[in-house]
C-alpha cells in the first residue's frame, strides 16, 4: 500500500468502486423527498395561519380598546369582555 492509499483510507476515502444505487431504490428515495417537501410546505403554511390569526386578533382588540363604551354595548359587550371577544373565533362570536 503506498503512502497516499494509505491516508486516503485513513481519512475515509475509500477509492474503491462503489455500487450505484439500483433503480427502485432512487425512486423511492425521489418519492419520500416529495412527501417530505409537502409535508414541509404543509407545517409552514399552518404556521403561517397561526401566525395570521394572532395578528387579526391583535388587530381586533385594538379596535375594540379604541371604542367608548356606548359602540361596545352597541355590540353587546363590556369593556371587561374585550379579551373574552378577541380569544373567540369570528364565527362563533354572537
Do not use: N
Amino acid at each position: 500500500m503506498t503512502p497516499a492509499t494509505a491516508a486516503t483510507f485513513a481519512l475515509g476515502l475509500s477509492t474503491l468502486p462503489v455500487a450505484l444505487p439500483s433503480e427502485d431504490s432512487q425512486r423511492q428515495f425521489r418519492r419520500a423527498a416529495r412527501h417530505l417537501q409537502a409535508a414541509g410546505l404543509a407545517l409552514f403554511a399552518a404556521l403561517r395561519s397561526v401566525r395570521a390569526e394572532a395578528a387579526r386578533r391583535r388587530a381586533d382588540r385594538a379596535v375594540l380598546l379604541a371604542m367608548d363604551a356606548h359602540e361596545l354595548r352597541d355590540l353587546g359587550i363590556g369593556r371587561g369582555e374585550i379579551e373574552v371577544w378577541t380569544a373567540t373565533r369570528p364565527s362563533r362570536r354572537s
